[in-house]
C-alpha cells in the first residue's frame, strides 16, 4: 500500500471501530471507573464474528474524506 492508502485505510478503520460498543467499553473499564473490567461484546478472539471484522475493515464513507492525498 501507499502512503497515502494506508492512511485511508487507517482513518476508515479508526471511524468503523469507534461505532461500535467496545471502544466506549474500554474507554469505561479503563478511564472513567477505572475498575479494569471491560464487558466485551465476544468472551475471546476465537469467537469474534468474520461479519464483524468485515465491517470493521469496511470504507466508512462512499468515498474517502482523504481520497485526494498523493
Given amino acids: 500500500m501507499s502512503l497515502a492508502e494506508v492512511f485511508q485505510s487507517e482513518m476508515s ?3 468503523q471501530c469507534c461505532r461500535h460498543r467496545e471502544f ?5 473499564a ?12 465476544y468472551p475471546d478472539v476465537a469467537s469474534v464474528e ?12 462512499s468515498q474517502n474524506p482523504l ?3 498523493r
Fill in 50 to 61: 468474520e461479519s464483524f471484522i468485515n465491517e470493521l475493515l469496511s470504507s466508512a464513507w
Fill in 13 to 15: 478503520l479508526s471511524v
Fill in 30 to 41: 479503563l478511564l472513567v471507573d477505572k475498575d479494569g473490567q471491560p464487558n466485551w461484546t
Fill in 67 to 69: 481520497a485526494d492525498l
Fill in 24 to 28: 466506549p467499553e474500554g474507554v469505561r
